[in-house]
């Protein structure tokens, strides 16, 4: 789960957008971009729209293992083989689409 809060650690409320988010698979690590929270999993990630909570993006490989390495306005993963964790990786970059229609 995701929960929003202010500086003091209390909920945050927001008309457009929901203050929790659930997920169905257990973290590692979590970057919010522009509209949807990416949930990243050692095999994967699960994105989330921030005002449905719905799920807007989902990947799941269990022969490559995923990692988050940063965020600044555009997150960048990388990837492995499962299998071999000293192949070569890949790098993503993943960034919002930010003339997404509300």
């Known amino acids: 789960m995701v929960r ?8 945050k409320q927001f008309r457009r957008q929901m203050a929790e ?5 257990k973290p590692d690590s979590v970057v919010c971009l522009q ?12 994105g989330r729209s921030l005002h449905s ?8 490989d269990p022969r490559r293992t995923f990692r988050l390495l940063g965020c600044e306005s555009i997150a960048v ?3 492995k083989p499962s299998d071999n964790p000293n ?3 890949n790098l993503y970059i993943l960034a919002s689409n930010r003339n997404q229609q509300k």
Request: glycine share 10%.
């Open 87 to 89: 192949a070569p990786c």
């Open 35 to 46: 509209g949807s929270v990416l949930a990243f999993h050692e095999h994967g990630l699960q």
């Open 53 to 60: 909570g719905k799920i807007n993006v989902e990947m799941n």
């Open 4 to 11: 929003f809060v202010n500086l003091d650690g209390k909920p």
């Open 77 to 79: 993963v990388e990837s």
């Open 21 to 25: 988010i659930h997920f169905d698979i």
